[in-house]
């Protein structure tokens, strides 16, 4: 099977990659950047075929589906900094990336007669509540510019195309970026103590066990709307903030605050970003590991990262 990966320079994209070359496939990357630019750590993805493509271009996202011909595409790149999505001058950019390149991206895939998988977000529903949300869920609220702009990619997937994949996912983390336990690991080093929310409710999302679940899904035609993050129930940032400091060793004590004493961002964030993922077990696809342990092994990735510097 030959797949074509965009946003291979990001922490999904590059698992994804690695996760094909494991299952004898043939993985095709691709990312803005003139040559692969993640991270340089002797895995398949830094030596496998990369295109340059700016998803944002619509005739080059045509003529280089169209060249490549792949069976499938996995949509990863997307502009995912929250915050700087809010700015005047951002808005644009973000809407190009997310929304139009994306169309593109789904019209390339119809000409090609290829499947198309986007990962989007939890962010396109309102982030109110206690229930977790169903996949096929379809009361569409986001509360920010990200939201609304990957919600607008998910509609001209479905607009465009009769069978695709949408895959939600939330609290993501992996070895090829910034996320969340780099940046407590790093603030844990330096400060006594650290005030976290304990009133945003999720599960966090390891990619290179999403990768593989991705796979799985690419090799069916087993088409829809799912959600996927880890297994081990529903966590606060102030929970997760804890595991990560216990299982490094951490002595730095954690705080928890409501979002109202943290102080608001520039973008909303969702109060509940409970994804329900009991479809995947429907479909007969194996549900991603305990978020716990996702962690011990993202900790010693990074420890590995860091002792063949």
Same mark, same amino acid.
């Given at each position: 099977?030959?797949?074509f990966v965009t946003g291979v320079c990001g922490q999904l994209g590059h698992d994804v990659m690695n996760e094909l070359v494991k299952r004898g496939h043939e993985g095709i990357g691709?990312?803005? &950047? !003139?040559?692969?630019?993640?991270?340089?750590?002797?895995?398949?993805?830094?030596?496998?075929?990369?295109?340059?493509?700016?998803?944002?271009? /619509? $005739?080059?996202?045509?003529?280089?589906?169209? @060249?490549?011909?792949?069976?499938?595409?996995?949509?990863? @790149? !997307?502009?995912? &900094?929250?915050?700087?999505?809010? *700015?005047?001058? /951002?808005?644009? /950019?973000?809407?190009?990336?997310? =929304?139009?390149?994306?169309?593109?991206?789904?019209? #390339?895939?119809?000409?090609?007669?290829? /499947?198309?998988?986007?990962?989007?977000?939890?962010?396109?529903?309102?982030?109110?509540?206690?229930?977790?949300?169903?996949?096929?869920?379809? +009361?569409? %609220?986001?509360?920010?510019?990200?939201?609304?702009?990957?919600? $607008?990619?998910?509609? @001209?997937?479905?607009?465009?195309l009769d069978a695709y994949f949408i895959v939600r996912i939330a609290w993501v983390f992996g070895l090829n970026g910034k996320n969340f336990i780099r940046t407590m690991l790093n603030?844990?080093?330096?400060? *006594?103590?650290?005030?976290?929310?304990?009133?945003?409710?999720?599960?966090?999302?390891?990619?290179?066990?999403? @990768?593989?679940?991705?796979? *799985?899904?690419? $090799?069916?035609?087993?088409?829809?709307?799912?959600? &996927?993050?880890?297994?081990?129930?529903?966590?606060?940032?102030?929970?997760?903030?804890?595991?990560?400091?216990? %299982? =490094?060793?951490?002595?730095?004590?954690?705080?928890?605050?409501?979002?109202? +004493?943290?102080?608001?961002?520039? =973008?909303?964030?969702?109060?509940?970003?409970?994804?329900?993922?009991?479809?995947?077990?429907? %479909?007969?696809?194996?549900?991603?590991?305990?978020?716990?342990? #996702?962690?011990?092994?993202?900790?010693?990735?990074?420890?590995?990262?860091?002792? +063949?510097?």
């Amino acid at each position: 099977m030959k797949v074509f990966v965009t946003g291979v320079c990001g922490q999904l994209g590059h698992d994804v990659m690695n996760e094909l070359v494991k299952r004898g496939h043939e993985g095709i990357g691709s990312d803005i &950047a !003139a040559q692969y630019a993640g991270v340089k750590d002797g895995s398949a993805v830094v030596s496998m075929p990369y295109v340059q493509l700016d998803i944002t271009d /619509k $005739e080059a996202v045509q003529q280089t589906i169209a @060249a490549v011909h792949p069976d499938a595409v996995v949509h990863c @790149a !997307a502009w995912t &900094a929250v915050d700087l999505a809010e *700015d005047d001058d /951002k808005i644009g /950019k973000v809407r190009a990336i997310n =929304a139009d390149g994306t169309k593109y991206i789904a019209e #390339a895939c119809k000409a090609a007669g290829c /499947k198309m998988m986007y990962i989007s977000t939890d962010y396109i529903f309102n982030g109110q509540g206690t229930e977790p949300w169903q996949p096929d869920c379809k +009361e569409y %609220q986001p509360l920010n510019v990200y939201g609304q702009t990957k919600l $607008e990619g998910e509609l @001209a997937v479905a607009h465009t195309l009769d069978a695709y994949f949408i895959v939600r996912i939330a609290w993501v983390f992996g070895l090829n970026g910034k996320n969340f336990i780099r940046t407590m690991l790093n603030v844990g080093k330096t400060h *006594d103590t650290v005030r976290v929310v304990n009133d945003q409710i999720g599960t966090p999302t390891y990619t290179l066990d999403l @990768a593989r679940l991705l796979v *799985d899904m690419i $090799e069916t035609e087993k088409y829809g709307y799912y959600h &996927a993050t880890n297994e081990g129930g529903y966590i606060s940032w102030y929970d997760f903030t804890c595991e990560i400091f216990r %299982q =490094a060793g951490y002595t730095t004590k954690v705080v928890p605050v409501t979002t109202a +004493e943290y102080g608001l961002s520039k =973008a909303a964030r969702p109060f509940n970003s409970r994804l329900d993922k009991s479809k995947l077990v429907e %479909q007969g696809f194996t549900l991603l590991p305990d978020w716990r342990d #996702a962690v011990a092994r993202f900790l010693a990735e990074i420890q590995n990262e860091t002792n +063949e510097r």
